[in-house]
């Protein structure tokens, strides 16, 4: 505290003027001395004496010495200094290359000379930070451009493609309907390959033209209800649930930042995956979430034949397959989609290798700013009754997380059968 | 059902430089016994030509549907579409944009210059043939046209 009160003080009060109140008050002090000791002089012998002239030489040499002390010390300190101080504004004023020059005594040169390093040190600095953002600048628009042209080279691809892909297989099938009859079984089976590998081309190009789309939507992640989406792709899925026999258990699901489209993509490729891959049983879903602030942390677990944990990465690869084709039908795009969308909400997605039940993925999504708890949003100083951020919880996220026929996350005690 | 199929034959306008499509259409209309003439022509020039009755075409009778392609060369399907619908003598034939793209842009530009069907071609032959004979069903047997 004293600290600081001194600091304020030297604030108030510059050197010079503190100097010139020294001076000044010596130079009072020595009158005071001259006059009190004349009147003490006087009083005693009640004539001058050789002693009184002594006396007053010696006042009046000391009056002199004060007097060109105070001067001396103005020129040869408080000068410089000030000088120094008015460079060193207009270097801090932002004129970085303006020289620092004073003369003056041997501190104030080499203050001067320290300021002028510090001040080299800063341009250098500068000019290397500089440096760094022109390149990163020049960095993020190449790598604009070549998003720019990939996208672009992807969609102009997949329409011109599917022309003559559209050409192979529509004549392979004339000839067949046509010939048919006239040719054999083998022709009718080279026919046949033509119009798969044709129509599987197709398929390929249709989830890159999905693969590139994303992102190149003009529209902002708005508030979306991930219950709707996952209620969208069921509908849309509503055939192979029906053959396979599948049940999908989940509780309420939140309202997410993301875009409804791309949003029931991502359910209806994890739920295609859960309905594929069936080890023969009938396929059983169950969705769950929870806060994992500021997002939503979903976990989807199926009874599916599950994915080596050796795979957990590749999978989520463009085009990687782990099943031949004969076994199981797809593009191998599914996932990849689905990591690229998420990845552009700005969440993440990836495979719980602790499940071995069946194959498990945990994904988050953007929590809406309104969902946060206040502890996100105030910090942990703002008080708030406890049973109060229960009960919130309780209305936002009734996921069944607590039930015990429910999977738990990974650390829990997990009592799944 | 009111039935307004005319039991004369229609002469119906492909635009189209895919001779694929030209020969597919052909299928399509061989294959359901369609009755109308399948006229097909490459580029916008010559449809307009076609359609005005100039040019080699001088005696092009007047189609009563007409099938256009969006990618055409030269002058782009839209442009040819612009024009038709600009023209009063040949704003009334429906015309229906028949094409590979599915780009929502073209789908939007067809019909903001008042195409009356916007159909993306089939990958699948049978599903291609199918989209000819339903729009050949609803624009030459179902519907009334302007005489």
Same mark, same amino acid.
């Given at each position: 505290?004293?600290?600081?009160?001194?600091?304020?003080?030297? #604030?108030?009060?510059?050197?010079?003027?503190?100097?010139?109140?020294?001076?000044?008050?010596? *130079?009072?002090?020595?009158?005071?001395?001259?006059?009190?000791?004349?009147?003490?002089?006087?009083?005693?012998?009640?004539?001058?004496?050789?002693?009184?002239?002594?006396?007053?030489?010696?006042?009046?040499?000391?009056?002199?010495?004060?007097?060109?002390?105070?001067?001396?010390?103005?020129?040869?300190?408080?000068?410089?200094?000030?000088?120094?101080?008015?460079?060193? #504004?207009?270097?801090?004023?932002?004129?970085?290359?303006?020289?620092?020059?004073?003369?003056?005594?041997?501190?104030?040169?080499?203050?001067?000379?320290?300021?002028?390093?510090?001040?080299?040190?800063?341009?250098?600095?500068?000019?290397?930070?500089?440096?760094?953002?022109?390149?990163?600048?020049?960095?993020?628009?190449?790598?604009?451009?070549?998003?720019?042209?990939?996208?672009?080279?992807?969609?102009?691809?997949?329409?011109?493609?599917?022309?003559?892909?559209?050409?192979?297989?529509?004549?392979?099938?004339?000839?067949?309907?046509?010939?048919?009859?006239?040719?054999?079984?083998?022709?009718?089976?080279?026919?046949?390959?033509?119009?798969?590998?044709?129509?599987?081309? !197709?398929?390929?190009?249709?989830?890159?033209?999905a693969y590139? @789309?994303v992102g190149?939507?003009?529209?902002?992640?708005?508030?979306?209800?991930?219950?709707?989406?996952?209620?969208?792709?069921?509908?849309?899925?509503?055939? !192979?649930?029906?053959?396979?026999?599948?049940?999908?258990?989940?509780?309420?699901?939140?309202?997410?930042?993301a875009e409804?489209p791309l949003l029931?993509a991502v359910? !209806?490729n994890?739920?295609?995956?859960?309905?594929?891959?069936?080890?023969?049983?009938?396929?059983?879903?169950?969705?769950?979430?929870? @806060?994992?602030?500021?997002?939503?942390?979903?976990?989807?677990?199926?009874?599916?034949?599950?994915?080596?944990?050796?795979?957990?990465?590749?999978?989520?690869?463009?085009? !990687?397959?782990?099943?031949?084709?004969?076994?199981?039908?797809?593009?191998?795009?599914?996932?990849a989609l689905t990591r690229k969308i998420i990845e552009y909400f700005?969440g993440?997605i990836?495979?719980?290798?602790?499940?071995?039940?069946?194959?498990?993925?945990?994904?988050?999504?953007?929590?809406?700013?309104?969902?946060?708890?206040?502890?996100?949003?105030?910090?942990?100083?703002?008080?708030?009754?406890?049973?109060?951020?229960?009960?919130?919880?309780?209305?936002?996220?009734?996921?069944?997380?607590?039930?015990?026929?429910?999977?738990?996350?990974?650390?829990?005690?997990?009592?799944?059968? | 059902?009111?039935? &307004?199929?005319?039991?004369?034959?229609?002469?119906?306008?492909?635009?189209?430089?895919?001779?694929?499509?030209?020969?597919?259409?052909?299928?399509?209309?061989?294959?359901?016994?369609? @009755?109308?003439?399948?006229?097909?022509?490459?580029?916008?020039?010559?449809?307009?030509?076609?359609?005005?009755?100039?040019?080699?075409?001088?005696?092009?009778?007047?189609?009563?549907?007409?099938?256009?392609?969006?990618?055409?060369?030269?002058?782009?399907?839209?442009?040819?579409?612009?024009? *038709?619908?600009?023209?009063?003598?040949? *704003?009334?034939?429906?015309?229906?944009? *028949?094409?590979?793209?599915?780009?929502?842009?073209?789908?939007?530009?067809?019909?903001?210059?008042?195409?009356?069907?916007?159909?993306?071609?089939?990958?699948?032959?049978?599903?291609?043939?199918?989209?000819?004979?339903?729009?050949?069903?609803?624009?030459?047997?179902?519907? &009334?046209?302007?005489?």
């Open positions: 505290m004293t600290g600081t009160k001194r600091a304020d003080a030297a #604030r108030r009060w510059p050197l010079s003027q503190v100097v010139g109140v020294a001076v000044l008050a010596l *130079l009072l002090f020595s009158v005071a001395v001259v006059v009190i000791g004349e009147i003490a002089l006087v009083s005693a012998h009640g004539t001058r004496t050789a002693l009184d002239t002594v006396f007053i030489v010696l006042a009046i040499g000391l009056l002199l010495t004060v007097v060109l002390l105070g001067l001396g010390l103005r020129a040869t300190v408080i000068r410089p200094l000030r000088r120094l101080a008015g460079q060193v #504004r207009q270097v801090a004023d932002g004129d970085l290359f303006r020289e620092v020059t004073v003369r003056g005594p041997r501190e104030v040169t080499s203050l001067a000379a320290d300021v002028n390093t510090m001040r080299e040190r800063i341009l250098h600095e500068l000019a290397a930070s500089q440096g760094a953002n022109a390149v990163l600048r020049a960095q993020a628009e190449e790598l604009q451009r070549s998003n720019a042209e990939l996208e672009q080279f992807a969609y102009v691809a997949s329409h011109d493609l599917q022309e003559p892909l559209r050409k192979v297989a529509s004549f392979s099938q004339l000839l067949q309907r046509r010939y048919a009859g006239q040719l054999d079984a083998r022709a009718d089976q080279y026919i046949e390959y033509a119009v798969d590998g044709a129509k599987r081309m !197709q398929a390929l190009i249709n989830d890159l033209l590139s @789309r190149r939507s003009a529209r902002e992640p708005a508030l979306v209800s991930s219950d709707a989406a996952l209620t969208q792709a069921r509908a849309n899925l509503a055939e !192979q649930i029906e053959e396979t026999g599948a049940t999908v258990e989940t509780g309420h699901l939140p309202l997410v930042l409804l029931i359910f !209806q994890l739920l295609s995956n859960s309905l594929k891959f069936t080890g023969g049983k009938p396929p059983r879903v169950v969705i769950t979430v929870r @806060r994992d602030e500021p997002f939503w942390l979903f976990s989807f677990s199926d009874n599916s034949i599950g994915i080596d944990p050796e795979y957990a990465e590749r999978i989520f690869v463009l085009f !990687q397959r782990l099943n031949e084709r004969s076994a199981f039908a797809g593009t191998g795009i599914g996932l700005g993440r990836w495979l719980d290798t602790t499940w071995t039940e069946g194959a498990r993925f945990l994904f988050t999504l953007p929590m809406p700013e309104e969902t946060l708890t206040p502890d996100a949003i105030q910090g942990p100083d703002s008080a708030r009754a406890p049973q109060d951020r229960q009960a919130a919880r309780l209305i936002e996220a009734p996921a069944p997380l607590d039930q015990p026929d429910h999977p738990q996350y990974p650390g829990d005690e997990d009592t799944n059968g | 059902m009111a039935d &307004c199929a005319d039991p004369k034959v229609i002469d119906v306008l492909m635009v189209d430089d895919d001779d694929g499509d030209a020969l597919m259409t052909r299928e399509a209309f061989e294959y359901y016994k369609i @009755r109308n003439r399948l006229h097909v022509v490459s580029d916008g020039e010559q449809a307009l030509q076609f359609l005005r009755r100039t040019g080699p075409f001088a005696d092009a009778p007047r189609p009563g549907l007409i099938l256009l392609d969006v990618n055409l060369p030269r002058r782009s399907g839209l442009e040819v579409l612009a024009e *038709l619908k600009q023209d009063p003598e040949l *704003l009334v034939i429906p015309v229906v944009m *028949l094409t590979t793209s599915r780009a929502e842009e073209d789908i939007v530009r067809s019909y903001s210059l008042h195409a009356n069907a916007f159909v993306s071609k089939p990958v699948d032959f049978e599903h291609f043939i199918e989209a000819i004979r339903q729009i050949d069903n609803f624009f030459l047997t179902l519907v &009334c046209l302007p005489g």
